[in-house]
Each structure stands twice: as C-alpha cells, then as structure tokens.
C-alpha cells in the first residue's frame, strides 16, 4: 500500500489520492467506489448539491457496510435551480448546520470527516461560518475542518478560529498560482492541500482534441479557439516525457502533483476501474528532480493560454484575490 498523507498538522491520515464524486454518477459508481476502497483509497470527495444530493446518496450506497474504511469529505453552501444552474452561496451559521443534517442523512452516517464551504460566501464572516462548523465539530457531527478556493488573507483568519485541516484548490500544471501565495501561508500554519482539476478538465491526459471543446469546456479558456491549440503544444511536450518513461501523459501530471508538496493529496475522478486502475499506477512513479524541472520546463505557465475560467467566474474566486500586503 501506497505512504499515507496527512493532511495538516491535526487533519486526517489518509491515502495519497482521494477519489471525487463528479465523475461516479456518470459511470459505474458503486463498482468504481468498491474497487477503491478494495485498493486503499480512503478520501471520498463529494458535495451536497453535486447532482442535487445525488451524489452523496450514491456514495452512501457504496459505503454501507464500509463506513470504517473511508473517510468523507463534504463541501456546502452552493445553491441550485431545478435546472441546475448555479444561483448563489450561502454560508450563513444557521444554514450550515441545516446543510449537514441533510447530508448526514443522505449518506447515511453519524459524521462527516472533513467539511468546508464550497466558497466563500461574499455577505457571510469567514469567522462566523467557521464558528458555525466548529459547534458541530465539538457536537461530534463534523471531524475536522477544511476550506475550497480561498485566498491567503482567508485562510489565516479562518484558522484563527478553528484549526483548518486543509485547502481544496484546482492545482495542476497549467494553474500553479496557489504556489505564489497560498501555499506559503499553507505550510506556515501547517495545513494540508485537497487539489482538484490536476488533469486541468482533461487537456494534461493528454487525449482532448479539438471537438472537446464543447459542454462544460466550452466555458473554459484553456479551450477556447487560439488557446486550445497552444495549450496542446505544451500537453504533447508533457507526452514526449511520459512516453520517454512509459507511463500516460495523465500519470506522469499526477505524479508531479505528488512530488510538488508531502501534503498534497490528489482529488480524482473515474468513471470505470479501468479508469481507477490508471490513475493509481501513478503512485508508482518516482520522479527525481532533474524530472520535475524538465516537466515544468516544458509546460511553463508563462506559456499556457487562458486563464483557468471566464473572468466573471474568476472575480468570484477569493483564492484569485492578492493577499494585503501584495496590492
């Protein structure tokens, strides 16, 4: 079995890669959640209104009779339409403890392990919704807390608190900006790093092509006309690397994600065990420095075209803000 991480000074102990929900409800999810668990993984990675809480009962499903071997990890606070649009945030102390009831119920447990606002919400004191978790923390209902997609200023007054367990951010080759300011502040207060989009939505598999550039990734720059076609110059350099070790191109950008920070843990996606049974074949690459510099060499993020969502969407992120002391 792989070396276990532990995320943050006081966090959970788990596997090296986490496993998330998005992709499960569009695949064969119990097979895939029972093959992980068989092999190790430990993470499971959900949010309540992924799927309208579909997601979360799917994984209750899978984990009964399980519950002892995973750990789960729960995001709240997005709020949805019956068509599925996003229409807001709330993160107000009354709403999280309403939020995780729901999700107690629906995966059919007594407590979440890790549970953390989705973003943050622009009217609500990161101080007051933190408050609100550390009451179920010390109620029993809630193990330890996380944060997803804040910035530095954020980060250290929510710790302030509580202790944060760790940070969930999109991570990857083609976004390494949490490396500017928000992954000192992680290492200063010792807290651990849940990073999603490793694969960048699929471009560092090394497998998108031109027709990819259609539903969700239609809104995504990376994608765009003019960029995709740049991007893809760099993902086929990533490929002449990994081909050179005779690993995936999708293997050799998880592995770099491991060897970046010792308490990083990769948040992935699958659809099928075959799928599962690549991703975690990465963990037995070792890459020595020499390696990661030729990796970054050839992807440089001075070189990726676009940035990682539409501009109304990144001024939404707070993880995108510059800490104080930088504006």
Do not use: C
């Amino acid at each position: 079995m792989a070396d276990s991480r532990k995320l943050g000074n006081g966090g959970p102990v788990v596997f090296p890669i986490a496993l998330g929900s998005e992709a499960l409800a569009h695949g064969d999810g119990v097979r895939v959640l029972h093959e992980a668990i068989e092999r190790g993984v430990e993470l499971l990675d959900t949010a309540d209104f992924y799927g309208a809480g579909g997601d979360e009962q799917l994984i209750g499903r899978a984990i009964e009779g399980r519950r002892d071997k995973v750990k789960l990890s729960v995001k709240f606070g997005g709020l949805r339409s019956p068509d599925g649009t996003f229409v807001g945030l709330d993160a107000r102390p009354t709403s999280v403890k309403n939020f995780l009831s729901y999700s107690l119920k629906r995966l059919g447990v007594d407590h979440i392990d890790v549970y953390r606002p989705a973003r943050l919400d622009p009217v609500v004191p990161i101080e007051d919704t933190i408050g609100a978790i550390a009451d179920l923390v010390k109620a029993g209902y809630v193990r330890h807390i996380g944060l997803s997609e804040m910035g530095a200023d954020t980060i250290r007054r929510a710790h302030a608190v509580h202790p944060i367990s760790d940070l969930q951010i999109e991570y990857s080759l083609f976004s390494r900006k949490p490396e500017q300011s928000v992954f000192p502040v992680l290492s200063e207060l010792g807290i651990g790093v849940t990073a999603y989009g490793v694969l960048a939505h699929g471009l560092l598999s090394g497998k998108a092509r031109p027709a990819d550039r259609t539903g969700h990734r239609a809104h995504l720059p990376w994608f765009h006309p003019g960029n995709f076609e740049q991007n893809v110059k760099l993902v086929d350099a990533l490929a002449r690397i990994a081909a050179e070790k005779a690993v995936a191109t999708s293997q050799l950008a998880i592995a770099w994600a491991l060897a970046r920070r010792k308490d990083l843990v990769p948040v992935v996606g699958a659809r099928t065990v075959a799928q599962l049974s690549e991703t975690l074949a990465a963990l037995s690459i070792e890459l020595s420095a020499e390696d990661l510099a030729r990796i970054e060499a050839a992807v440089p993020q001075e070189a990726v075209a676009g940035t990682r969502y539409l501009p109304r969407l990144m001024e939404l992120l707070d993880s995108e803000r510059e800490p104080r002391g930088l504006r």
